[in-house]
């Protein structure tokens, strides 16, 4: 029996978001995979300022998360990818970050599927998702998506492995 499908709401980050971002994802267990600890609030700050750019520009970008009582718990969307040295270069990496009080009920797939429908509907025909190679809860994600791993990959700061998932539209 399949549970049911959380109700989840995506918006175009706002100024707001970042110090709500910042406080979210300040938890070891939430940036294990990414870093190990949250970034500087003025990170957050850029990388929404960026996502509204590319919500303009494109379509879609890294939403905002926000559960059924329209609390931030985390972002979901997609974007091109950021790296240049490494990785899928020029292509649109779909990602998801949560909230560890949002773990486990549904909502990465939700918003994940989400996504893929807006960014189908902009016309991008091919998205990638970069999982680190230990995080199984990702890779899980990627699976219930219908994704098929793509490559392996290196990160060049951290020396991790990673998986290189990727599905077309």
């Not at 905002?64 to 040295?85: K, S, Y």
């Not at 807006?118 to 190679?133: H, P, Q």
Request: net charge negative; aromatic share 8%; proline share 5%.
């Amino acid at each position: 029996m399949s549970r049911p499908v959380p109700a989840v709401q995506l918006r175009v980050p706002t100024d707001e978001d970042a110090p709500a971002w910042h406080r979210v994802f300040d938890d070891p267990d939430v940036m294990e995979f990414h870093g190990g600890s949250s970034a500087e609030l003025s990170v957050y700050e850029e990388l929404t300022a960026r996502q509204r750019r590319h919500d303009a520009e494109r379509g879609f970008c890294l939403w905002t998360m926000l559960d059924e009582r329209g609390e931030v718990i985390g972002f979901t969307g997609a974007q091109p990818w950021p790296h240049e040295d490494f990785g899928p270069v020029g292509e649109i990496e779909i990602g998801w970050r949560l909230a560890r009080s949002a773990w486990g009920k549904g909502y990465a797939t939700a918003a994940a599927r989400t996504t893929l429908e807006r960014v189908r509907a902009a016309g991008v025909e091919r998205v990638v998702a970069m999982v680190d190679a230990r995080n199984e809860r990702s890779i899980a994600v990627t699976r219930r998506l219908g994704m098929e791993l793509a490559g392996r990959f290196t990160t060049p700061a951290s020396q991790q492995e990673g998986y290189c998932f990727s599905l077309r539209l």
